[in-house]
C-alpha cells in the first residue's frame, strides 16, 4: 500500500515540477508572432506589387505559412520559389503563370512632360518612390522603385512605362562558365559519336 | 639578413619578363584624343566638372571626387573637351562607362602646379591633402584611392609599411623598369608615405628575377632607414597578403585588412606617383605601362598618358595585328581579354599583352574534376578551390561562402595547375559576384521593406490623427453646446428659478415703469383702467351691433349680412381690446407686490391646452354637420349629437385636467381657491340661467326642436364645466393646504386670465342671444343657425376661460379685482 502511495506522490510531485517548469517556459520564452513568416517574407522581393493576389509581401509570407503555393512571385521568380523551398523543405515547383511572368528588374519611367501632376501614382507607390505634388511633375526616385507597375494604371494620362532597370559597368557581373560540353571532347571518337558514354 | 618567411602554394610560370625589360622607358607620343573615364578606381565614379567645349590644360582637374571613396580626374594634356559620354572602358565586361573625351591641342601647356621643395616639413595633413589633389590610387591593379588608404579609418599604428616591388605577374615589368630608371622618385615616395604613417619599419619586397632593380633601390635607399627586402620569385608573392606574409611573418585574418594588424601594402608604382604629387604638385595623368606579347615587334615600357588610346600605344611598339590574337590587360594570370583596341589606358593599366594564338593558346575545353588536389596545393590562401568549385557550380553560395570563397584572391593559380583546364577562377567570380547580387538586393529588399511599412505606418499615422482631430473637433462642438446649455441651466440653478423668474419680472416691470416704481405701478392701474373702459365700450358697441341685427332680422338679407360682419369685426376688436388690457395687467403683476407669483411648467399645460382646442374644433364641426343635416335626416342628426355629446365629455375631461395640472403650478391658495370659488358660483349661475331659458324655449316653441337640444347640449356643456371647475376648486383646496406657497408665471396668468374674460363675455352674449331668440320669430332658421354658432363660439371660449382659470388666480389682490370687474 504504502509503494503504491509513495509512487503516485512522487509522479505527482514530477508532474508538479515539471508542469511549473514549462508553465515559467511558456511564459519566460513566449514567441511573438510567427518566426517562419518573418523568414518567408525576408526572402519574398519586396516589391510590394501584389501579383501574388495579396496586398504586399507580407501578407504573402503570412499565406505560405499557412500553407499556400510558394510559385506565386512573378518579381522573385525562380530564385525565389528556389529559396522558399530550401527554407520550407518543399518541392520547387515552377512560377504559376497565372500571377504573371518573371520579367527581370523592371523600374517605372514618367514620360515628365506628359504628367499632369495628379498624385495618383504618388499615392499608389507602396515604396514612396515617386516624387512631386500636385500640378507639379512627378518622378521616380529610380534607387527606390521596386518595379512593382502598380503606379502604372492609376496614371489617367498612361505616361508612366515599365523600362529594364539600367545596368551599368557596376551592375556587372561575372556570368557561371559554360559547363564543359562534349562538343569540345578531346577523344576525337566521341566528337564523332556526338555523345559521350 | 632579415629573415623572411613563405605563403601556402604558388606557382612558378614563364616569366617572360625579358622581352620587355631590353628598352629603356619610352616616352609614349601625344595622343590626339584622351579618353578619361571618370571611374579609374575602386569607389564611386567621380563627377564630372567640364562640359564640352570647355579648354583645360595639362593637369587640371576634370572631374571632382564624389563621395568618401573617389578620387579626382585629371587631363592628361591641354585642349578641348569633346564629350562627356559613355564609351567603352577597360573591364572584363567590355562595357561602357562615363568618360571626358579631350582633344588634344598638341601644346601640352601645364596649368598652373604649387611644387613643394620643403616637403619634409609639412604636415600629414598637407600631405594628405596634396596626394589627395593629386587623384592617385593605387597602380598594382585594384586601383583604391591611396589617400583613404594612406589615412586608416581608426588611426591604427602602422608597423610596418610595406612596399609591394614583387610584381609577380609574368611578363609585366613596369615597376621593375620604374625601379630601375627612376628609384629615387619610388623611395622618395615611400619617405613621404613613412612621413605620414610613422611606421617602424619600411620594408621594400622584390622578388630575386629583378637584380637591376634590387642595385638601384638599395642604392637610392642608402642613408634611409628603408629596407629592400629580396624574396624568392614564386607567384603570387605580389599578392598583398602573400607579400604580407612573406615578410612579417603575419597573416591578415578572415574579412580584415592589414591596417587591422599594422601593416600598410603600397604599389611602387604608387610611391613614384606620390611623390611626383607631392614634390612637384603633379596629379596623376601618366604612367608606367608594360606593352608586350608577340605581336608587338618591340616590346617595351611606355610612360604613356592616362586616357591614351591603347592603339595609339600599341602601334608605337610596333603593333602588328596578323600576329595577335588577342588584347590581355592585365598579366596573363590576372588580366582580362580586352575587346577593343582603341580602350583607353586608365590608372591601373599595367601591362598589355599583345599575345598571339601560339604564345596564349585559348584554353582547352573544360572536363571533369578529377579530385586530384592540385589546386588546394597551389592555392596561396589556403582554400580549398576543388570544395569552391563544385559549391559555385551547384550555385550553393552559401556553402561556397562558408569554405571562406572571398578570402580567394582570384590569383588563378588553382587554374593554372588544373589538369582538367576548369576555368576555376571564373567560378570563383562568378560565385562572389552571385552572392554580392544577393546581398545587394536582400539590402534593396529590405530597404522596400522599410519603406513599406514606414509607408504603412505613416498612413496609418495620418489617419489616427485625423481621427483624432476630428474627435476633438466634435468633443469641442460638445462641449460648446454643454457650455451653452449649462450656462443657460447654471444661471437659474445658481439663483433658483423662482429668483430668476422674479427677477425677469422686476426688470420686465422696471423697463415698463421705468420713473419710479410707486409711479409706475400708479400709472400701470391707470392704463388698467383706461383699458378696462376701453373693452367695455366695444363690448356696449358689440352688443349695439347685434341688437340692430336683431331688429333688421327678416328684413334685408344683405343688411344682415353686413351686421354680421361688423359684429365679427367688433369681436376682434373687443378681443384685442382685452388683451391689450391683460397685457397691462401682467406688467402691474411684474411689480414686488406681485412678486409672490411663481413660474411654472410650461410644457404641459400647453400641451393640454392644444388638446382642448384641438377637441373643441371637433365639437364645432360636428355641430355644424348636425345642423346640416338636421332637416334631412333627423336619426343621423341625433346621432351625431351624442357624439358631440361625448366628445364633449372628453373636451370637459381635458380641461379638467390640465385645470388640475395648472393648479400644480402653484399658485397663492387664498386668492386662488377664492377666485375658483368665485368661478363655480359663476359657472353654477350660467347653468341654472340657462336651464331656465331652455325650460322657456321648451314652454314657448315645444315645435323648435332643433333649438331645444341646442339649448339643452349647451346646459349640459355647462353642467359639465361646473363639475369640472367643482373638481379643480377641490384640488386647489387640496394642493393648498399641502403645497407651498409658488406663484404662476406671468405669461400664464396673462393667457389664461384672457381667455376667461373671453369666455364670461362670450357667455353673456350667448344669453342675450337666446332671449332674443325666445323674444322674436322662433321658425327663423338663419337667425337659429346664427344662435347656433354665436353657441358655439361661446362654447370656445368658454373653454378657454377654463384653461386659463388657473392662471388667473396667480394674480394679484389688486389686479384680481379689476380682472373680475372687467370679467362681469
Known amino acids: ?197 | 639578413m632579415r629573415q623572411i618567411w613563405d605563403f601556402h602554394g604558388g606557382v612558378h610560370p614563364p616569366e617572360n619578363k625579358s622581352q620587355s625589360t631590353s628598352r629603356p622607358i619610352r616616352k609614349a607620343t601625344l595622343p590626339r584624343t584622351l579618353i578619361l573615364p571618370l571611374s579609374q578606381h575602386i569607389g564611386q565614379p567621380a563627377k564630372a566638372l567640364v562640359a564640352p567645349g570647355q579648354k583645360v590644360l595639362k593637369g587640371e582637374v576634370v572631374a571632382a571626387a564624389e563621395g568618401p571613396v573617389s578620387v579626382a580626374v585629371h587631363a592628361s594634356s591641354s585642349g578641348t573637351v569633346t564629350a562627356v559620354e559613355r564609351r567603352p572602358v577597360p573591364h572584363p565586361s567590355g562595357l561602357s562607362d562615363i568618360c571626358i573625351v579631350i582633344e588634344t591641342d598638341g601644346e601640352d601647356a601645364w596649368t598652373h602646379l604649387t611644387p613643394c621643395e620643403d616637403y619634409r616639413s609639412l604636415s600629414p595633413e598637407q600631405l594628405l591633402e596634396r596626394v589627395r589633389q593629386g587623384g592617385i590610387a593605387g597602380m598594382g591593379g585594384a586601383g583604391f584611392p591611396t589617400a583613404i588608404k594612406l589615412h586608416p579609418p581608426r588611426n591604427d599604428k602602422v608597423n610596418a609599411l610595406i612596399l609591394n616591388a614583387a610584381e609577380c605577374e609574368p611578363y609585366i615589368t613596369a615597376d621593375d623598369m620604374l625601379m630601375r630608371e627612376r628609384a629615387d622618385e619610388v623611395i622618395r615616395g615611400m619617405e613621404i608615405m613613412a612621413q605620414l604613417l610613422e611606421p617602424e619599419e619600411c620594408l621594400i619586397g622584390i622578388e630575386d628575377n629583378k637584380p637591376a632593380a634590387i642595385a638601384a633601390l638599395k642604392q637610392a635607399a642608402s642613408g634611409t632607414h628603408i629596407e629592400v627586402v629580396v624574396i624568392p620569385t614564386k607567384y603570387p608573392s605580389g599578392g598583398e597578403k602573400q607579400l604580407i606574409k612573406i615578410l612579417t611573418g603575419l597573416e591578415v585574418p578572415h574579412g580584415k585588412i592589414p591596417a587591422d594588424i599594422g601593416v600598410m601594402c603600397q604599389n611602387a608604382g604608387t610611391a613614384a606617383a606620390v611623390y611626383r604629387a607631392v614634390r612637384f604638385g603633379e596629379p596623376l595623368i601618366s604612367r608606367i605601362t608594360t606593352v608586350t606579347g608577340d605581336g608587338v615587334a618591340t616590346p617595351g615600357n611606355f610612360e604613356v598618358l592616362l586616357g591614351s588610346p591603347m592603339s595609339d600605344l600599341l602601334q608605337q611598339a610596333g603593333f602588328d595585328a596578323s600576329k595577335t590574337d588577342r588584347l590581355i590587360m592585365g598579366g596573363p594570370m590576372m588580366g582580362f581579354t580586352l575587346t577593343d583596341p582603341n580602350l583607353p589606358l586608365v590608372k591601373t593599366s599595367n601591362c598589355i599583352m599583345a599575345v598571339s594564338a601560339k604564345e596564349f593558346p585559348r584554353p582547352d575545353p573544360a572536363q571533369a574534376c578529377i579530385r586530384c588536389g592540385l589546386c588546394a596545393e597551389a592555392c596561396p590562401a589556403e582554400l580549398l578551390p576543388q570544395q569552391l568549385y563544385w559549391f559555385a557550380k551547384a550555385q550553393e553560395f552559401d556553402k561556397a561562402e562558408n569554405y571562406n570563397l572571398f578570402d580567394c584572391i582570384e590569383c588563378g593559380a588553382c587554374s593554372y595547375v588544373c589538369p582538367s583546364s576548369i576555368p576555376l577562377v571564373q567560378y570563383y567570380r562568378y560565385a562572389k559576384n552571385q552572392i554580392r547580387v544577393t546581398a545587394q538586393e536582400q539590402q534593396k529588399s529590405d530597404k522596400a521593406r522599410e519603406r513599406f511599412e514606414f509607408r504603412q505606418a505613416r498612413l496609418e499615422r495620418e489617419k489616427e490623427e485625423k481621427e483624432a482631430k476630428r474627435k476633438a473637433r466634435a468633443e469641442a462642438a460638445a462641449k460648446a453646446q454643454a457650455e451653452k446649455v449649462a450656462q443657460q441651466q447654471d444661471a437659474p440653478a445658481e439663483v433658483d428659478p423662482k429668483k430668476a423668474a422674479i427677477e425677469a419680472a422686476i426688470k420686465r416691470a422696471q423697463a415698463k415703469r421705468a420713473p419710479a416704481p410707486a409711479q409706475a405701478q400708479a400709472q400701470a392701474q391707470v392704463n388698467i383702467a383706461e383699458l378696462q373702459t376701453n373693452v367695455d365700450k366695444a363690448r356696449e358697441k358689440l352688443e349695439k351691433v347685434r341688437e340692430t341685427l336683431a331688429e333688421s332680422d327678416g328684413a334685408n338679407a344683405a343688411m344682415q349680412e353686413k351686421l354680421s360682419n361688423a359684429i365679427a369685426k367688433n369681436e376682434e376688436r373687443l378681443a384685442a381690446a382685452e388683451k391689450a388690457l391683460h397685457d397691462a395687467q401682467n406688467s402691474a403683476q411684474g411689480t414686488p407686490a406681485a412678486s409672490n407669483a411663481t413660474p411654472a411648467t410650461q410644457a404641459d399645460p400647453e400641451q393640454q391646452a392644444r388638446a382642448i382646442a384641438r377637441t373643441r374644433d371637433k365639437i364645432k364641426t360636428l355641430t355644424q354637420a348636425i345642423e346640416a343635416c338636421r332637416e334631412t335626416d333627423p336619426q343621423r342628426a341625433a346621432q351625431l349629437t351624442e357624439t358631440v355629446e361625448k366628445t364633449k365629455a372628453k373636451l370637459a375631461e381635458l380641461e379638467a385636467e390640465s385645470a388640475p395640472t395648472d393648479k400644480a403650478i402653484d399658485k397663492p391658495p387664498e386668492p386662488n381657491l377664492e377666485e375658483l370659488t368665485s368661478q363655480v358660483e359663476k359657472a353654477r349661475d350660467k347653468l341654472s340661467m340657462m336651464q331656465g331659458m331652455l325650460d322657456d324655449a321648451r314652454a314657448e316653441q315645444p315645435a323648435d326642436e332643433a333649438k331645444i337640444a341646442k339649448l339643452q347640449r349647451a346646459v349640459e356643456k355647462n353642467q359639465d364645466r361646473l363639475a369640472a371647475a367643482q373638481k379643480t376648486l377641490e384640488e386647489a383646496r387640496t394642493q393648498a393646504s399641502g403645497a407651498g406657497v409658488k406663484a404662476a408665471s406671468p405669461e400664464e396668468i396673462e393667457a389664461l386670465t384672457s381667455a376667461l374674460e373671453k369666455a364670461q363675455d362670450k357667455l353673456a352674449m350667448m344669453q342675450n342671444m337666446l332671449s332674443e331668440a325666445q323674444q322674436e320669430s322662433p321658425m327663423d332658421e338663419a337667425k337659429v343657425a346664427k344662435l347656433s354658432r354665436a353657441v358655439e363660439k361661446n362654447q370656445d371660449r368658454v373653454a378657454a376661460a377654463r384653461a386659463t382659470l388657473n392662471e388667473a388666480r396667480g394674480d394679484a389682490a389688486e389686479n384680481q379685482t379689476s380682472t373680475d370687474g372687467a370679467g362681469a
Request: net charge negative.
Open chain 1, 1 to 197: 500500500m504504502s509503494i503504491v502511495v509513495i509512487a503516485v506522490l512522487a509522479l505527482s510531485a514530477l508532474a508538479l515540477t515539471f508542469g511549473a517548469v514549462l508553465g515559467f517556459a511558456s511564459v519566460k520564452f513566449k514567441v511573438e508572432g510567427n518566426p517562419i513568416v518573418d523568414q518567408i517574407d525576408s526572402l519574398l522581393p519586396q516589391t510590394q506589387c501584389g501579383q501574388c493576389g495579396y496586398p504586399g509581401c507580407r501578407p504573402y509570407a503570412e499565406a505560405i505559412a499557412n500553407g499556400d503555393a510558394i510559385n506565386k512571385c512573378p518579381p522573385g521568380g525562380e530564385a525565389t520559389i528556389t529559396a522558399l523551398a530550401d527554407l520550407l523543405d518543399v518541392e520547387v515547383v515552377p512560377l504559376d503563370s497565372e500571377h504573371g511572368e518573371s520579367k527581370g528588374k523592371q523600374v517605372a519611367y514618367i514620360r515628365e512632360d506628359e504628367c499632369i501632376g495628379c498624385t495618383k501614382c504618388i499615392q499608389a507607390c507602396p515604396v514612396d518612390a515617386i516624387l512631386g505634388a500636385a500640378k507639379q511633375m512627378h518622378t521616380v526616385i529610380v534607387s527606390e522603385c521596386t518595379g512593382c507597375d502598380l503606379c502604372v494604371d492609376p496614371c489617367p494620362v498612361d505616361c508612366i512605362d515599365m523600362i529594364p532597370a539600367p545596368s551599368g559597368i557596376r551592375d556587372w557581373a561575372w556570368d557561371m562558365p559554360k559547363p564543359p560540353t562534349n562538343n569540345g571532347a578531346i577523344i576525337a571518337t566521341d566528337q564523332n559519336n556526338g555523345m559521350a558514354a
